[in-house]
């Protein structure tokens, strides 16, 4: 009976960590001209594996050559390739936030075309290659399934306390832009308190020389 919980619970993990967003398949349409872009957030010292491949239309002749430009949150290169049909970038995040990817056809074609892009984004343990670990530590198949909800796991930790830190940064944030609004709008009714006082002893002032009151 024991036995069969912990199948049952590793199943239930397994099944869990496959819907975690560690990955994901993306199809863009490139126009002939113009960039498109995607972006994904990341947090520090998370793998990053992706491969991007145009896609040949049927009937096509020849398959449109594309440009690959990613771009850090603090706009740091980290990939470019030119006049390619396919190509593949890893890194490892040094800094939080929205990692950016953007794509345009080369502009040296005869015709105008545009150009379809797949593009396979992992991250973290999604980027690991598990079968050559597998067969590097010679392990087993229950073994590298515990390995993986190992990763998952602080994976997730981390994605917990990174969103702790910018729900954080984003209530600091929130606070001083209240405390600010609160001190422009005592400062407006004071301008208001001010300015009607004025408007006032002016009119007041204005009556009593023409002598209507």
């Not at 796991?153 to 600091?172: C, D, F, Q, T, V």
């Given at each position: 009976?024991?036995?069969?919980?912990?199948?049952?619970?590793?199943?239930?993990?397994?099944?869990?960590?496959?819907?975690?967003?560690?990955?994901?398949?993306?199809?863009?349409?490139?126009?002939?001209?113009?960039?498109?872009?995607?972006?994904?957030?990341?947090?520090?010292?998370?793998?990053?594996?992706?491969?991007?491949?145009?896609?040949?239309?049927?009937?096509?002749?020849?398959?449109?050559?594309?440009?690959?430009?990613?771009?850090?949150?603090?706009?740091?290169?980290?990939?470019?390739?030119?006049?390619?049909?396919?190509?593949?970038?890893?890194?490892?995040?040094?800094?939080?936030?929205?990692?950016?990817?953007?794509?345009?056809?080369?502009?040296?074609?005869?015709?105008?075309?545009?150009?379809?892009?797949?593009?396979?984004?992992?991250?973290?343990?999604a980027?690991?290659?598990?079968?050559?670990?597998?067969?590097?530590?010679?392990?087993?198949?229950?073994?590298?399934?515990?390995?993986?909800?190992?990763?998952?796991?602080?994976?997730?930790?981390?994605?917990?306390?990174?969103?702790?830190?910018?729900?954080?940064?984003?209530?600091?944030?929130?606070?001083?832009?209240?405390?600010?609004?609160?001190?422009?709008?005592?400062?407006?009714?004071?301008?208001?308190?001010?300015?009607?006082?004025?408007?006032?002893?002016h009119l007041?002032?204005?009556?009593?020389?023409?002598?209507?009151i």
């Amino acid at each position: 009976m024991s036995k069969d919980l912990n199948l049952l619970t590793l199943l239930f993990l397994s099944c869990s960590v496959g819907l975690l967003p560690f990955g994901r398949a993306i199809w863009i349409n490139l126009p002939s001209s113009g960039t498109k872009c995607v972006s994904e957030e990341i947090q520090t010292n998370v793998v990053v594996l992706t491969d991007y491949t145009v896609v040949p239309d049927d009937g096509a002749y020849d398959i449109p050559t594309i440009s690959a430009k990613v771009t850090s949150p603090y706009g740091n290169a980290l990939h470019h390739n030119e006049n390619v049909t396919g190509g593949q970038f890893a890194f490892t995040t040094t800094e939080a936030g929205n990692y950016l990817a953007c794509f345009w056809v080369d502009g040296h074609h005869g015709r105008q075309v545009g150009a379809s892009v797949n593009i396979d984004w992992r991250m973290g343990i999604a980027a690991k290659d598990w079968d050559s670990v597998a067969k590097k530590e010679k392990i087993e198949a229950i073994e590298l399934e515990l390995r993986k909800l190992e990763g998952a796991i602080e994976a997730i930790h981390e994605n917990l306390m990174y969103l702790k830190s910018r729900e954080a940064e984003m209530r600091e944030v929130s606070e001083a832009t209240n405390s600010r609004v609160a001190w422009f709008s005592i400062m407006s009714l004071g301008v208001c308190i001010g300015v009607s006082a004025w408007q006032v002893w002016h009119l007041k002032h204005y009556f009593q020389k023409k002598k209507l009151i």
